[in-house]
T-cell receptor, first 116, second 117 residues
């Protein structure tokens, strides 16, 4: 059962563009909404995260928009740079007290390419 | 920042051998660590969750006798792939949760690329 749907699968933008990556989820019990950035051959690194009590969070060039009623959240990258080329994953956190506590549910990933 | 070290970063071995991968939290204590598997151009798949001092909880479809997990201290968890075969070749990634709260951040290691010949 796929609890998280991430789109698009791949995205190509020019330097300075604003790529937007979307994540839709089913389970309203998700409690924490992070985005991870992964470079080839490396593990994912936490980029930015939001809690469900706010609708937007900005850190530097990265912004999360959160729509609780629509069960969606998105990542916006302002003034994108070639160094932002990576794979991005949304991975909402479910606190499941019945079994595995604090588990991340990864989306399928978005491969972003920023052309110079 | 919180650092998770994974060792080795790359291992090649013959079919039938066992391989141990270490995951260490360098500057924080991690009661809970997670092991993931990632195939090329795919997402991370959770294999198991390990809690210090207790047995690991495996995800459905993951063979516990094949993938042995030990979390003997607050800074070290190990994954042993027993009697590895070519189909076990993959990128294995661990993460460690900082603190004891369920919603604390998870910090990821840089992964171990396992190739079974």
């Amino acid at each position: 059962q796929q609890q998280v749907k991430q789109s698009p699968q791949s995205l190509i933008v020019q330097k300075g563009g604003i790529p937007i990556i979307n994540c839709a989820y089913e389970n309203t019990a998700f409690d924490y909404f992070p985005w991870y950035q992964q470079f080839p051959g490396k593990g994912p690194a936490l980029l930015i995260a939001i809690r469900p009590d706010v609708s937007e969070k900005k850190e530097g060039r990265f912004t999360i928009s959160f729509n609780k009623s629509a069960k969606q959240f998105s990542l916006h990258i302002m003034d994108s740079q070639p160094g932002d080329s990576a794979t991005y994953f949304c991975a909402p956190l479910l606190i499941d007290r019945g079994s595995t506590l604090g588990r991340l549910y990864f989306g399928r990933g978005t491969q972003l390419t920023v052309w110079p | 920042g919180a650092v998770v070290s994974q060792h080795p970063s790359w291992v090649i071995c013959k079919s039938g051998t066992s391989v141990k991968i270490e995951c260490r939290s360098l500057d924080f204590q991690a009661t809970t660590m997670f092991w993931y598997r990632q195939f090329p151009k795919q997402s991370l798949m959770l294999m198991a969750t390990s809690n210090e001092g207790s047995k690991a909880t495996y995800e459905q479809g993951v063979e516990k006798d094949k993938f042995l997990i030990n979390h003997a201290s607050l800074t070290l968890s190990t994954l042993t792939v027993t009697s590895a075969h070519p189909e076990d070749s993959s990128f294995y990634i661990c993460s460690a949760r900082e603190g004891t709260g369920d919603n604390q951040p998870q910090h990821f290691g840089d992964g171990t690329r396992l190739s079974i010949l």
